[in-house]
């Protein structure tokens, strides 16, 4: 059983690191689709602004909390040992426990320097991993035929955890579309890939804690994210602040 809460209207997960990996660990070899995603505000509201993409968001298996604001509101509705399931930990995590298990590890995402990078610095982090796919997508939908190369090939190479990292919404909305498509577990995990292939830096732990990673990352890329954090910090804190915004929900099952 896994409780949640709506905020905003889109269902976030109490989850955390060792819940998320029990069930991806249950779901290797399933031989079906599973979809996890690590939110955090901005998916958030994003699911507010476009009901078709909180109806993307509504169908994983388990949508944790990546950003401390949720974490909060989650604590708000009585969950008071709730922690971030920040989307790089949660990577590392989950590729540690791959290394450990015999998981097939495929990545998506990203450039191809990012992700020769990417590969060589988890597999000297975790000896033992099989890094057994890795595709950088172009910048433009998928033809038809393109499609179906990638499922064909994630089949090929008997991918267990297919990580994504796409950025909000796209990387959800690609793995809602392989649902079915792709026997594994897919994992939308943002910029991890970009953080581990030591393009990005990562904030340090108290100010993560704090819950001001976002002015962190503003200052070391302003020109890019100035306009998304002036927009997506005031208006979540206002939009926030109504009892009715945060509810608690009934435990639920997951598959």
Request: aromatic share 10%; glycine share 8%.
């Given at each position: 059983m896994?409780?949640?809460?709506?905020?905003?209207?889109?269902?976030?997960?109490?989850?955390?690191?060792?819940?998320?990996?029990?069930?991806?660990?249950?779901?290797?070899?399933?031989?079906?689709?599973?979809?996890?995603?690590?939110?955090?505000?901005h998916g958030v509201l994003e699911a507010c602004d476009k009901p078709t993409f909180r109806e993307t968001l509504q169908k994983a298996?388990?949508?944790?909390?990546?950003?401390?604001?949720?974490?909060?509101?989650?604590?708000r509705v009585g969950f008071k040992e709730q922690k971030r399931c920040y989307g790089p930990n949660m990577m590392l995590y989950l590729l540690e426990q791959g290394a450990k298990r015999g998981w097939k590890i495929g990545f998506y995402g990203a450039k191809d320097t990012t992700l020769d990078a990417l590969k060589?610095?988890?597999?000297?982090?975790?000896?033992?991993?099989?890094?057994?796919?890795?595709?950088?997508?172009?910048?433009?939908?998928?033809?038809?035929e393109e499609?179906?190369?990638?499922?064909?090939?994630?089949?090929?190479?008997?991918?267990?955890?297919?990580?994504?990292?796409?950025?909000?919404?796209?990387?959800?909305?690609?793995?809602?579309?392989?649902?079915?498509?792709?026997?594994?577990?897919?994992?939308?995990?943002?910029?991890?890939?970009?953080?581990?292939?030591?393009?990005?830096k990562t904030a340090p732990r108290f100010v993560q804690n704090a819950g001001?990673?976002?002015?962190?990352?503003?200052v070391m890329e302003p020109k890019r994210l100035w306009k998304r954090y002036a927009s997506i910090v005031p208006r979540f804190l206002i939009m926030a602040i109504p009892p009715k915004a945060v509810q608690r929900m009934e435990p639920r099952i997951v598959p």
């Open positions: 896994v409780n949640s809460a709506t905020i905003l209207g889109c269902r976030i997960d109490a989850t955390s690191f060792d819940q998320v990996g029990e069930h991806v660990a249950k779901w290797v070899g399933d031989g079906k689709s599973h979809y996890v995603s690590l939110t955090s505000v298996d388990l949508v944790a909390p990546d950003g401390m604001p949720l974490v909060w509101c989650l604590r060589e610095r988890m597999a000297d982090r975790f000896p033992g991993l099989n890094i057994v796919y890795s595709y950088s997508p172009p910048f433009r939908a998928l033809s038809a499609t179906t190369k990638v499922r064909t090939d994630i089949a090929e190479a008997g991918v267990d955890v297919l990580f994504v990292g796409l950025g909000c919404p796209k990387q959800d909305i690609w793995i809602d579309e392989q649902m079915g498509h792709i026997a594994c577990t897919m994992l939308a995990v943002g910029a991890a890939f970009d953080f581990h292939a030591g393009n990005l001001f990673e976002w002015l962190f990352r503003l």
